[in-house]
C-alpha cells in the first residue's frame, strides 16, 4: 500500500485561503468516504482536523472544511492564520491495509 | 477524559528487541480499534498495526513477522513488542484510537521515541 500523495509544500498570507489535495486511488480515496485529515506542530501529536470527508470534530474551527471528488480529496483552509502554520496529514481507509496517511504538506503562512 | 499515555521507548542496537505500551483512561481499549502509528525523524506519518476489538491484528507490510501488537484488558493496556529492530525503525511511536474500524483517530498519545543504533 503506498502512501497517498500530497503536495510537499503549500503557503499563502494571512487572510486567504489554501488548499492542500490528497491522491490516492480506487482501493483508498476513490473507494470510501473515510478520509481524514490532521494538524501536526513540531514537537506535538497529530490533531483531528476533519473526518469522513467533510465533517469537523467538536472545537475545530469551521475555517477548516474538507471535500473528495474521485480519487483526490482536498483540505480547503480559509482566512489563513498564523497559527495554522503547521504540517497536514490526510489518511484513508483501504481494502488492504487497512490504514494508510499521505506524504504529509507543510504549510506556511507568509 | 480520553487520554493516552505511551511509555518504555529508548535506545536499542540492532536486532534488538523493545516493547512499548500505552496506558489508556476514559474508555475501554477492548471495546475499540487501537493502532500504532510511527513518525520517523523529519518523516511523515507511517500506520505500523492495528488490534480490532475482535482481537484480529494487522500490519504493514515492513514490520511483518518482527511486530506483536497486544492488549491487556485488565490494564485497559496496548502494547506493542518490537523484535528485530532494525535502524529504520527509529521513530517516534504513537498510540491512537479509531473508534469503528474505517478511521478517523480521534485521539492520540504524546508518543515514545524508541532509536535503534549500535
Known amino acids: 500500500q503506498s502512501a497517498l500523495t500530497q503536495p510537499a509544500s503549500v503557503s499563502g498570507s494571512p487572510g486567504q485561503s489554501i488548499t492542500i489535495s490528497c491522491t490516492g486511488t480506487?482501493?483508498?480515496?476513490?473507494?470510501?468516504?473515510?478520509v481524514s485529515w490532521y494538524q501536526q506542530h513540531p514537537g506535538k501529536a497529530p490533531k483531528l482536523m476533519i473526518y469522513?470527508?467533510?465533517n469537523r470534530p467538536s472545537g475545530v474551527s469551521n475555517r477548516f472544511s474538507g471535500s473528495k471528488s474521485g480519487n483526490t480529496a482536498s483540505l480547503t483552509i480559509s482566512g489563513l492564520q498564523a497559527e495554522d502554520e503547521a504540517d497536514y496529514y490526510c489518511?484513508?481507509?483501504?481494502?488492504?491495509?487497512?490504514?494508510?496517511f499521505g506524504t504529509g504538506t507543510k504549510v506556511t503562512v507568509l | 477524559e480520553v487520554q493516552l499515555v505511551e511509555s518504555g521507548g529508548g535506545l536499542v542496537q540492532p536486532g534488538g528487541s523493545l516493547r512499548i505500551s500505552c496506558a489508556a483512561s476514559?474508555?475501554?481499549?477492548?471495546?475499540?480499534?487501537m493502532s500504532w502509528v510511527r513518525q520517523g525523524p523529519g518523516k511523515g506519518l507511517e500506520w505500523v498495526s492495528v488490534?480490532?476489538?475482535?482481537?484480529?491484528?494487522y500490519y504493514t507490510d515492513s514490520v511483518k513477522g518482527r511486530f506483536t501488537i497486544s492488549r491487556d484488558n485488565s490494564k485497559n493496556t496496548l502494547y506493542l513488542q518490537m523484535n528485530s529492530l532494525r535502524t529504520e525503525d527509529t521513530a517516534v511511536y504513537y498510540c491512537?484510537?479509531?473508534?469503528?474500524?474505517?478511521?478517523?483517530?480521534?485521539?492520540w498519545g504524546q508518543g515514545t521515541l524508541v532509536t535503534v543504533s549500535s
Open positions: 488490534i480490532y476489538r475482535s482481537g484480529i491484528t
Open positions: 491512537a484510537r479509531d473508534v469503528d474500524g474505517y478511521g478517523p483517530f480521534d485521539y
Open positions: 469522513d470527508v467533510n
Open positions: 489518511s484513508s481507509y483501504t481494502s488492504t491495509t487497512p490504514y494508510v
Open positions: 480506487s482501493i483508498d480515496v476513490g473507494g470510501y468516504n473515510y
Open positions: 476514559g474508555f475501554t481499549v477492548s471495546s475499540n480499534y
